[in-house]
């Protein structure tokens, strides 16, 4: 074979090798990495965890205000008709959504998750990104101080004016974030595993102030130990709100959707409304910089 065949032979196989090549496959996407279109977010046809049925995760207790009488089936309480509000986007009526006891720890920890998503109060975060997924934020929140108002931390105006006093807040939450990387306390604070211990130990005089949410802390103070006060809030030093968003699996096939659910929801004015029916007296507290 002559040198000049050799060389037109092989440019053939070459070109045959690289039309091969770019009509080979390309590599499955998880499905949590693929974009939502109309066709995988489609009404009541999503892959859920129960065939037909939307899961939905939460602590219990249930606090108010985001939930009323411990129910979180009953559709009452900010969080309760957010989450209805974004099955029924899904396509999920009432009788098809199904709620399941989740620690609030638990919803963000590592691992498969039986639920389609959680919902109580977990604020988004990078370190919690590295675990769970995250639907877009559906409430912008502030943390608050409540102190008894016998205490020496009820008098306080500044941050700077917590520094001395025994603080507590419940684990693995921003309220603590907050003591410990804005207020930097002399005195170890108190760490306690639910919201109950936390205000049973303030209750007790175990603590000078707690932390928490701001909606929650208007709540301890007007309907569960109502010889506290709201000191006041923290303002907002990171540039972008502090958000609660919906938790999903990491890999989640359903985050994209749930996503546009939120968004949806927001632009239409469905979670301003909800906001001002049952959260509308949580706004008004001091700000203490």
């Known amino acids: 074979m002559s040198l000049a065949h050799r060389a037109a032979r092989l440019a053939v196989c070459s070109a045959v090798v690289l039309v091969a090549a770019a009509c080979a496959p390309e590599p499955e996407k998880k499905a949590a990495d693929q974009p939502a279109t109309a066709a995988s977010c489609a009404p009541g046809k999503l892959a859920t965890v129960a065939s037909g049925k939307l899961t939905v995760g939460t602590d219990k207790p249930a606090y108010a ?6 129910d979180p089936a009953g559709g009452k309480g900010f969080e309760s008709a957010v989450a209805y509000a974004v099955a029924k986007r899904l396509g999920y009526g009432p009788d098809h959504v199904a709620w399941q006891t989740v620690p609030f ?7 498969a998750k039986k639920f389609d998503f959680d919902i109580n109060q977990v ?8 675990a769970v997924a995250f639907s877009s934020g559906y409430y912008d929140v502030r943390q608050a101080v409540v102190a008894l108002k016998s205490s020496k931390a009820a008098k306080a105006k500044t941050v700077a004016d917590l520094k001395d006093v025994k603080l507590g807040a419940q684990v693995g939450t921003t309220s603590l974030d907050f003591i410990d990387d804005l207020v930097k306390p002399t005195q170890k604070p108190a760490v306690y595993q639910k919201n109950d211990y936390t205000k049973s130990a303030l209750k007790n005089g175990q603590v000078d102030a707690i932390v928490v949410d701001l909606p929650t802390a208007f709540y301890i103070t007007g309907a569960e130990v109502t010889d506290a006060k709201v000191v006041g809030q923290f303002e907002n030093t990171a540039g972008t709100p502090e958000q609660f968003g919906l938790v999903l699996d990491k890999e989640s096939g359903l985050t994209s959707c749930v996503t546009g659910a939120v968004d949806a929801l927001r632009k239409d004015g469905t979670l301003a409304a909800l906001e001002k029916k049952w959260l509308s007296d949580a706004v008004d507290a001091p700000v203490l910089k």
């Open 65 to 70: 205000p985001w939930f009323v009488d411990d």
């Open 105 to 111: 720890n638990s919803s963000f920890a590592p691992g």
């Open 123 to 130: 604020s988004i975060s990078d370190a919690r990104k590295k």
